[in-house]
């Protein structure tokens, strides 16, 4: 996986529970930014991410969409939700290293072009 290759450290979840279930038992500070994919079994990323901001209380962590949809209206949706950023799919590796910069820069309070 790209990220890896980036020296992230990463925990995957198949699903949006799966991913609730981690976040629930996360120490404080263990993750500095979500990939979401929003068409996922079980729960999807927009319910998901949903839960994430209202019943974890987690609004501070970037969560970022990835999705294939071709909808005109997803990426508004998305941001009512409480996404942070949205990204069609595939995402090009560049554009991967440019997103992991600006939010790591982000959380280190450094200001970014």
Known sequence: MQLKKMKCS????????VALDILKNAMPGQFDLILMDLRM???DGLEATKLIRQELKMTDI???ALTGEKRDDIQSECEGIG???FFSKPLP????DVMIQKY???????ETS
């Open 93 to 96: 590796k560049t554009k991967l």
């Open 41 to 43: 079994p079980v729960m």
């Open 104 to 110: 790591k820069a982000l959380r280190d309070g450094v």
């Open 83 to 85: 996404f942070t950023d």
């Open 10 to 17: 990463t925990q995957r979840a198949e699903n949006g529970q």
């Open 62 to 64: 970037p969560i970022l």
